[in-house]
């Protein structure tokens, strides 16, 4: 089956630093991948979506500026979060949609961040 | 906007036993449904989806599901659970069957397999 990787799947940095995030479809392409974020013992909220060599579109209420994403190949997008403060500190999730199954989405193991 | 609920935040049951979770959605049209499973250190699992056809579809590790357009509902069950099904589950729908758009999940349900 499809399978989704994320790197790196635990970090820690300080106050102010910016981080980035991988995630990686290993034996299918993406033209799309989506960026969630989970909070302990919450729902997963849909982030953004990432467009293979266009701009990624955001959910409303999500800094554009903040969490920048970019899909550079059709196996690899990049979340980075600039400035990171303690509130970013949560579990980011991606996923993709599987090939050909397109309308099944494989979701990565995850990163969490924590925000000194 | 389309939302999910899972009405119950920890359901306990004991090992052998039947289990039933909730799932209640709102959209205008037929979503697109998932029923996923996330233990501790892994990525999220599917476990059955529905698009059309047959309103009880079978899923992986015994589970089914069964979705009822008059209750909007898609509720997961499984006849005799085992101890490795602890985890959380989160239910979830999407418009167009998860491949152009993002899904919105339900705020999950914790499992507990009392032994």
């Known amino acids: 089956g499809a399978v989704v990787s994320q790197h790196p799947s635990w970090v820690i940095c300080k106050s102010g630093t910016s981080v980035k995030i991988e995630c990686r479809s290993l034996?299918?392409?993406?033209?799309?991948m989506f960026w969630y974020r989970q909070f302990p013992k919450q729902s997963l909220m849909l982030m953004a979506t990432s467009n293979e060599g266009s701009k990624a579109t955001y959910e409303q209420g999500v800094e554009k500026d903040k969490f920048l994403i970019n899909h550079a190949s059709l196996t690899l997008s990049t979340l980075t979060v600039t400035s990171a403060h303690p509130e970013d500190s949560s579990f980011y999730i991606c996923?993709?949609?599987?090939?050909?199954?397109?309308?099944?989405?494989?979701f990565g193991p995850g990163t969490r961040l924590l925000v000194l | 906007a389309q939302s999910v609920t899972q009405p119950d935040i920890h359901i306990t049951v004991s090992e052998g036993a039947s289990l039933e979770l909730r799932c209640n959605y709102s959209?205008?049209?037929?979503?697109?449904l998932f029923w996923y499973v996330q233990s501790p250190g892994q990525g999220l699992q599917l476990l059955l989806k529905?698009?059309?056809?047959?309103?009880l579809v079978q899923g992986i590790k015994g589970f089914e599901a069964e979705f009822k357009r008059s209750q909007s509902s898609f509720n997961l069950r499984k006849p005799s659970v085992h101890w490795s099904d602890a985890a959380e589950y989160f239910c979830a729908v999407g418009l167009s069957g998860g491949g152009a758009d993002g899904l919105t999940f339900g705020k999950g349900t914790h499992l507990i397999i009392q032994p």
């Open positions: 034996d299918f392409q993406a033209t799309t």
């Open positions: 996923s993709a949609p599987g090939f050909p199954q397109s309308e099944t989405q494989y």
């Open positions: 959209y205008g049209a037929t979503p697109y």
């Open positions: 529905y698009f059309s056809g047959d309103t």
